[in-house]
C-alpha cells in the first residue's frame, strides 16, 4: 500500500552535516503518522525522531535532541532528517518509518509501524 523510498546516506567527518530524504508513495500521506530509526552494529533498531500527521509535533530520542531536525512536506510527500553536529556514534543505517495512526506516545517502538524504507548507511569517522 505504501512505498517508502531514501536517499542522502553517506560517508561524513564528525562534525559535518548531513540531510536524508524519504519519498514516499501510495495511501493519503497526511494520515500517515512518520519516523527515522536507526540500526548499529550489534544493536537493535532505535528511534530517533518522529513527527505528527500535521507537522506540529515533534519528537527526538536524547542522543539527538538539538542536533537532529526531522521535517515533513505534505505536499511532496517526503519526511526528512537533518543531521548536524555529527559524531561517530550516529554510524548507523537510517530507516524511514510510517503508519496510518496518529501518534500516542512521543516514540513508538519499531513494532508499531508498517512500512519501512530499505534503509540507508551513514558512516561518521572521527
Known amino acids: 500500500q505504501v512505498q517508502l523510498v531514501e536517499s542522502g546516506g553517506g560517508f561524513v567527518q564528525a562534525g559535518d552535516s548531513l540531510s536524508l530524504s524519504c519519498a514516499a508513495s501510495?495511501?493519503?500521506?497526511?494520515?500517515?503518522?512518520l519516523a527515522w530509526f536507526r540500526q548499529a552494529p550489534g544493536k537493535n533498531r532505535e528511534a530517533v525522531a518522529a513527527i505528527s500527521r500535521s507537522g506540529g509535533n515533534r519528537y527526538y530520542t536524547d542522543s539527538v535532541k538539538g542536533r537532529f531536525t526531522i521535517s515533513r512536506d505534505n505536499d511532496k510527500k517526503t519526511v526528512s532528517l537533518r543531521m548536524n553536529s555529527l559524531k561517530p556514534e550516529d554510524t548507523a543505517v537510517y530507516y524511514c518509518a510510517a503508519v496510518a495512526t496518529i501518534l500516542t506516545e512521543p516514540l513508538l517502538p519499531r513494532s508499531d509501524y508498517s512500512y519501512w524504507g530499505q534503509g540507508t548507511q551513514v558512516t561518521v569517522s572521527s
Open positions: 501510495g495511501g493519503t500521506f497526511s494520515r500517515l503518522s
